[in-house]
């Protein structure tokens, strides 16, 4: 290690303790790290991605989803992290997703653990209080029923914050300190999670602050040389999210609509165990399923009770956490939407590290000192107020907040009067009720309330090649209610074909549809596909609706060969759009509508050619390169369209000369053959945006890097 604060046993202690409560909900409920999120959007491409990576193929463009498809664009399948990438690897190999997911899971717990254990030592935490650190951030429940349980990509990044900060903390200090903190902050940037990605760099500019305040402006240059240099080493996972804006469907604007915008209150309230506060989320106004704010037992109690004592701030390491901790409390008050920022509640885990490493810390200060009887009365009186508060806004869990209310006043009342100091006896006490309160919390919520449990995966799936290029298409015609429906109608065995998110990645075929948060602000404009990949109610008849353009349907232009809908749902619209020669074929709980494909044999992804232009294929079309001979025309300009959606880092070439491409309908590739009788040959390349400047600038990053841990060196 960087220096004498953690062990190597110290490390591998700590993954334990990350590994073992990583287990603890799996144990009692299977799919406890597959619910919601991770079932449509996740967990498909994960497999997906490690079934290519073991093929030999890196998936920065699938074709296989349309809505979805840009996978490096989307940043949250953090295809340039390579501990996630030999994760998807390793874990594509199995085929219960149930045992994949919980994995990956109890990796980034044992690699998060020892980060926290670093940090609190750092901070001025003793050995078994920095346990007692490890041991609360690895049962929060926030990380568990939010991250872990329904956003993985958050957990994943989430897991090198804590190495991140301890090691900036530190990058002034040696060599390997400086290199250490540049591999943590481009793991952390690469894994896919804004809100990370802004916390380091608050991180790292209020380490700077500090440094400068202290020792002169030239101490802050290690920090802030770290996350730059990771920053811009991480650039080819950065700037292609980057280029997705200008045809992105997602909302970029500065408001504040308070959704999942949490009470600041109730995110101070961190040692309720049992209250579940009200917000404004998904089902609208109203309680949140699970304790988001709770913390640990003994923060708020134990800080009343050594109120008369108080740490020494001269630790920059603590200064610099608890400033830290109050900018995200106050990030977590909003506004909703920053700019395409938004869920500011995704702030309050790095404001639950702060509070948990600075209480950790405070105990350890105090750790031989014996509590004075006015903290006693301060910590029940405390104890008493959050009671209170909790049954006054929510009845509901008056009773098993009263039952946490009165085990914390007996575990306030054992170290005042029975271990008089935060000895070995009370410490092992505190840690043996945060356990018994997790317990209690995945009992009783095993999987995240307020979030969906979709049921989506047939006992046998199979993963598509991201790699290939399909020549048709299915468009899956339900609003999410419809969708949900259908889904839930039988537990035992899940429809077939549902396009609902990414489900189809593992279902073995291709699929307009696909989850995407990006999006793309033309498909979502012309055939109403959500982020989900479900559509409005007019998006069931627009697929049919003939492009005015060209005069095709866009069922065509897609290359639709299959629509399927939902029983009492969208079905009696898509019925009556879809006549001959559209058949209809009735499932358990779907009907599908199916037809050949009118243009089936135009060459690769070609959907459309102007009357009297004639193309074939000069080669097999891949993603990335579509080569087509076209054939003499006359002196007008000819259109060809591809079933392609018009990301960023397209380009075409006419017999050597780039011709513009354009997004015919606002979203598909298009091409306009210049004019001419001759015959010639167009190059369609797909190429992620600023592909060689990113690569550029993250060899930048690493000469920096090199040569910034070379000046540190020279300076000890």
């Known amino acids: 290690m960087t220096d004498k604060m953690m062990s190597f046993r110290d490390a591998a202690l700590s993954s334990l303790i990350g590994i073992a409560i990583a287990l603890i909900p799996f144990v009692l409920d299977k799919g406890a790290y597959l619910h919601d999120d991770a079932q449509a959007q996740f967990v498909p491409a994960f497999m997906a991605i490690g079934s290519a990576l073991r093929h030999g193929t890196w998936p920065d463009l699938t074709l296989q989803i349309m809505a979805g498809g840009n996978l490096l664009g989307e940043y949250q399948y953090t295809l340039l992290n390579p501990i996630s990438l030999a994760a998807y690897g390793l874990f594509s190999l199995f085929d219960n997703l149930d045992y994949v997911m919980a994995a990956v899971a109890v990796l980034h717990y044992a690699i998060m653990a020892p980060g926290v254990y670093y940090l609190a030592r750092l901070a001025g935490a003793r050995r078994s209080f920095a346990f007692l650190a490890v041991l609360t951030i690895a049962t929060n429940g926030f990380l568990f029923y939010w991250y872990a349980s329904d956003w993985p990509g958050a957990y994943m990044a989430s897991a090198y914050f804590p190495w991140c900060a301890a090691l900036l903390l530190c990058a002034s200090k040696s060599r390997p300190a400086f290199a250490g903190a540049v591999v943590a902050c481009y793991l952390a940037f690469s894994s896919g999670w804004p809100h990370v990605d802004i916390a380091v760099g608050l991180f790292a500019l209020i380490v700077a602050v500090v440094a400068t305040m202290r020792d002169g402006w030239r101490s802050a240059l290690p920090a802030l040389g770290a996350a730059g240099f990771a920053g811009l080493m991480a650039m080819p996972a950065l700037l292609p999210l980057a280029a997705l804006g200008a045809v992105a469907s997602r909302v970029s604007a500065v408001y504040n609509d308070g959704y999942l ?35 640990a037992w003994y923060v708020i109690p134990c800080l009343a009770l050594f109120s008369d004592k108080r740490p020494s701030l001269r630790n920059p390491a603590l200064v610099t956490i608890l400033a830290f901790g109050a900018i995200c409390l106050l990030a977590s008050a909003g506004p909703a939407h920053l700019g395409p920022l938004r869920f500011p509640m995704r702030f309050v885990p790095f404001f639950q590290l702060a509070v948990t490493i600075g209480t950790c810390v405070l105990l350890s200060a105090v750790a031989d000192e014996r509590p004075s009887r006015r903290g006693f009365l301060y910590a029940c009186g405390v104890i008493l107020v959050l009671l209170l508060y909790t049954v006054q806004t929510d009845t509901h869990d008056a009773l098993p907040e009263m039952a946490h209310a009165a085990m914390s006043v007996a575990l306030v009342t054992f170290i005042v009067f029975v271990t008089k100091t935060m000895n070995r006896l009370a410490l092992f006490t505190t840690a043996s009720a945060v356990v018994l309160v997790f317990l209690v919390e995945h009992i009783v919520w095993p999987s995240n309330p307020s979030t969906a449990d979709w049921g989506l995966y047939p ?75 479900i559509i409005c109610r007019e998006g069931a008849t627009r697929i049919l609706a003939r492009d005015p353009a060209t005069g095709a ?21 898509v ?18 509508f199916e037809r050949g494909l009118p243009n089936a044999d135009l060459p690769g992804t070609v959907s459309y050619v102007s009357p009297g232009l004639t193309v074939a294929a000069a080669r097999p079309a891949t993603v990335h390169d579509e080569t087509l001979r076209v054939g003499a025309r006359d002196k007008a300009a000819g259109t060809i369209i591809f079933a392609r959606i018009d990301w960023p880092g397209y380009r075409a070439t006419f017999d050597g000369r780039p011709i513009h491409v354009a997004a015919h309908a606002n979203f598909l590739v298009s091409v306009r053959v210049p004019p001419g009788p001759n015959a010639g040959v167009l190059d369609l390349q797909y190429r992620p945006p600023h592909w060689r400047a990113s690569w550029l600038l993250a060899a930048l990053g690493l000469a920096g890097t090199v040569l910034g841990a070379l000046r540190i060196r020279r300076r000890r």
Do not use: K
């Open 261 to 295: 915008v949490p009470n600041l209150f109730d995110v101070l309230n961190v040692s309720s165990g049992f209250h579940r506060p009200n917000m404004f989320a998904w089902f609208g106004y109203g309680r949140i399923g699970f304790p988001p704010n709770y913390v």
């Open 575 to 592: 019925a009556a759009a879809a006549g001959p020669p559209w058949h209809r074929e009735n499932d358990r709980t779907t009907v599908t």
């Open 553 to 573: 349907p866009f069922a065509d232009l897609l290359r639709v060969d299959r629509i399927t809908s939902v029983s009492g749902d969208l079905l009696d619209a």
């Open 459 to 533: 006992r046998h799936f199979r993963v598509v090649d991201l790699a290939a290029v399909p020549r048709s298409y299915e468009f899956f015609a339900a609003t999410l209610a419809g969708g949900a429906a259908a889904l839930r109608q039988s537990e035992s065995e899940p429809p077939q074909r549902i396009g609902f998110g990414n489900v189809s990645l593992l279902e073995g075929y291709a699929g307009v549809n696909g989850y995407s948060p990006i999006g793309n602000r033309g498909l979502a404009r012309e055939l109403c596909v959500s982020a989900h990949g």
